[in-house]
């Protein structure tokens, strides 16, 4: 059974546009989430993240939103730009083995 | 600070035989965890070492085993090469918890033929 889903496996995005990536998970006592993103033969590097005591957290253009009672994270990135075309991998951790679980990773194509 | 290293970046094996990948974490940092992505599977967990040992173990068989030097340094090997172990595998460290930010390597990726 999958923990963590990222039910759209591509997403399209005009350049300059907002893109939102979700993400749900079924473990409730998952207490932290973190976003990755990963080019082509890269591993993947960290993006931003947020703990269960947060509904929200912000980067420079990447926010990443928590709805604790949906089960419920997705990622914000405003305005896009090309180099954000990449592979982005939702993640949480604080299971009872504490294991970070991933998901299988949604693809992003930001359009010229 | 130099990155993650992984070694080798590719690898052919065939089936039944025996693999060691090794990753070499950032100066300083004592978790290590280790990755397989597939298209269809994504990331999965196999393992995470800290200080020499073991902390957590992923849903893989025994086939998958793996260790840590003093050093921080961690190998993993796979006996028994299966087609299916095809993949990227993943190396990612941080200084302590896992729930710190986790930098990955640029991954071995192991074709069994």
């Known amino acids: 059974d999958q923990q963590v889903k990222q039910n759209s496996p591509s997403l399209s995005v005009q350049e300059g546009r907002i893109s939102i990536l979700n993400c749900d998970y079924t473990n409730s006592m998952f207490d932290y989430f973190l976003w990755y993103k990963k080019y082509p033969a890269e591993g993947p590097t960290f993006l931003i993240s947020i703990s269960s005591i947060k509904d929200k957290n912000e980067d420079g253009r990447f926010t990443v939103f928590l709805n604790k009672s949906a089960k419920h994270l997705s990622l914000h990135i405003v305005p896009s730009q090309p180099g954000d075309s990449a592979v982005y991998f939702c993640a949480a951790s604080g299971g009872w083995d504490d294991k970070i679980i991933f998901g299988k990773g949604t693809r992003l194509h930001i359009l010229p | 600070k130099a990155g993650v290293t992984q070694t080798p970046r590719y690898l052919i094996k065939t089936r039944g035989q025996q693999v060691t990948l090794s990753c070499s974490p950032i100066?300083?940092?004592?978790?290590v965890s280790w990755y397989q992505q597939t298209p269809g599977q994504g990331l999965q967990f196999l393992f995470e070492?800290?200080?020499?040992?073991?902390?957590n173990k992923g849903n893989f068989p025994g086939r998958f085993s793996g260790r840590q030097f003093s050093n921080s340094r961690s190998e993993m090997n796979v006996s028994t090469l299966e087609l299916g172990d095809s993949a990227l595998y993943l190396c990612?460290?941080?200084?302590?918890?896992?729930?710190?930010?986790?930098?990955f390597g640029p991954g071995t990726r192991l074709l069994v033929l």
């Open positions: 990612a460290s941080s200084p302590r918890d896992r729930e710190e930010t986790q930098y």
């Open positions: 100066s300083g940092h004592r978790s």
């Open positions: 070492y800290f200080s020499e040992t073991q902390r």
